[in-house]
Structure formats: structure tokens, C-alpha cells
């Protein structure tokens, strides 16, 4: 099975107007943490938030927040405000850290556009 | 400060040559990781290395990929016998351990291209 499933390959908003990027997981790890990276056509992985699956309370970063839904296991991405320069591929990622493995799993990643 | 780099930022090789592609982590971080983005597969673990044990290589598709860390520091991934399909974005990133909490957040240099002709 996917450890973490993005299932909107592409997704549009407009301008100013805020966005949800989908994203679930799949874990046994009763300890893991889940991020989020921005991939714009540069090509670098820019590091955008972070959640434990401890924390009580939802991480946010500026115009972007994390909706964690612990129990329905998703952490969906919002950006707020949208602006031109977040037009780029976004991924979810989790590190589970009771396996002992370091690496991160990675979605298929969204495509994000925003539309003037 | 700065980030991870990489070098080169693209390779153009030939079927059956070997290529290294380098990376150099941020200054202080102690964990280094290799992935590799391709259109088919996404983005891949290939090797991680903390401080001087010895790497996880559970990520490596087959024998012809290795990598090693000098001096805690700079890393090179070398493919022997390049194929067609390794042709991919090979990303390096690092991070400052492994806790696995925020303050282990994973950096990611800009990538080399490599294209196996």
C-alpha cells in the first residue's frame, strides 16, 4: 500500500483566494512526522511545514497551515492568499520514526495553479 | 548560511559509462540523504548516511549505484554502467540529525539531472 496518497494531479485557483491540497497516509507508526515541500520549475524541493503526530495543535507557517486529521489520517495542505509564485508541484512526506528508517516517503506530488 | 549544493547540474552520458554526481550538505548537519525523482517512479530513497555509521542502503535499485560520505561531509553518488533507465533528477538533501522532529527537517540541494543516452 501507499504510505501517502495525493490524489489531485492538478488543481487551479485564482488569485487571492485560498486552496486545500489533499493528502493521506498510511502508517503503523504510532510516532511520525508529515511534511509538505514545494517543488517549483526550478526544480528544487523547498521546505514548506511540518507536523508531528504528537502535536496537538494544527502547524501553520505564514500562509500556510496543515489540516491534520489524525483519527481519518490525512494532513492537507492550505495555502491562503494564493499569489502567482505559488504556482509549482507541492508533496506530502512522512518520516516514520519508531521503524528506524530515516528516509522520507513521498506523494505523487499536486500541480498546483494559480490563475490571474 | 547556505543550502545543499550539487554538482553538476545536469550529466549527459552515454549507455555503459560511469558518472559521479556530488553533493555538499549544509555546514553542521550530520545526516545526508540521495533520492532520485523520475517521471515513472516519483521520488525514490536511495541511501541515507548519519555521522560515521554505516549508511542505509536499502534504497539502492541494484548493485551498479553506490555512494560514499568523506569526512562526514561532501558525498558522491556513482552509477557504473550507466543505463537509460537511471536517467532521473538525483536529489541530495540533508538534515541536522535524525530525531525525526521539525528540527530534523530534511534540505534538499537543487538537483542534478543526469540523461543516459
Known amino acids: 500500500a501507499q504510505k501517502i496518497t495525493q490524489t489531485q494531479p492538478g488543481m487551479f485557483v485564482q488569485e487571492k483566494e485560498a486552496v486545500t491540497l489533499d493528502c493521506t497516509y498510511d502508517?503503523?507508526?504510532?510516532?511520525?512526522?508529515l511534511f509538505w515541500y514545494k517543488q517549483p520549475s526550478s526544480g528544487e524541493m523547498i521546505f514548506l511545514i511540518y507536523?508531528?503526530?504528537?502535536?496537538?495543535q494544527n502547524a501553520t507557517e505564514g500562509r500556510y497551515s496543515l489540516n491534520f486529521q489524525k483519527a481519518r489520517k490525512s494532513a492537507n495542505l492550505v495555502i491562503s492568499a494564493s499569489q502567482l509564485g505559488d504556482s509549482a508541484m507541492y508533496f506530502c512526506?512522512?518520516?516514520?520514526?519508531?521503524?528506524?528508517?530515516?528516509?522520507?516517503?513521498f506523494g505523487t506530488g499536486t500541480r498546483l495553479t494559480v490563475i490571474p | 548560511g547556505a543550502g545543499v549544493s550539487q554538482s553538476p547540474s545536469n550529466k549527459v552520458t552515454e549507455k555503459g559509462k560511469d558518472v559521479e554526481l556530488r553533493c555538499d550538505p549544509i555546514?553542521?548537519?550530520?545526516?545526508l540523504y540521495w533520492y532520485r525523482q523520475s517521471l515513472g517512479q516519483g521520488l525514490e530513497f536511495l541511501i541515507y548516511?548519519?555521522?560515521?555509521?554505516?549508511?542505509?542502503k536499502s534504497g539502492l535499485p541494484s548493485d551498479r549505484f553506490s555512494a560514499e560520505r568523506t569526512g562526514g561531509s561532501v558525498s558522491t553518488l556513482t552509477i557504473q554502467r550507466t543505463q537509460q533507465e537511471d536517467s532521473a533528477v538525483y536529489l541530495c538533501?540533508?538534515?541536522?540529525?535524525?530525531?525525526?522532529?521539525?528540527?530534523?527537517?530534511?534540505?534538499f540541494g537543487p538537483g542534478t539531472r543526469l540523461t543516459v543516452l
Open positions: 502508517t503503523s507508526d504510532p510516532s511520525y512526522g
Open positions: 555546514s553542521g548537519h550530520t545526516a
Open positions: 538533501a540533508s538534515s541536522p540529525g535524525t530525531s525525526g522532529g521539525r528540527g530534523d527537517t530534511q534540505y
Open positions: 512526506a512522512m518520516r516514520e520514526k519508531q521503524t528506524g528508517a530515516n528516509n522520507l516517503f
Open positions: 548516511f548519519q555521522g560515521n555509521s554505516a549508511p542505509d
Open positions: 507536523q508531528g503526530s504528537y502535536d496537538q
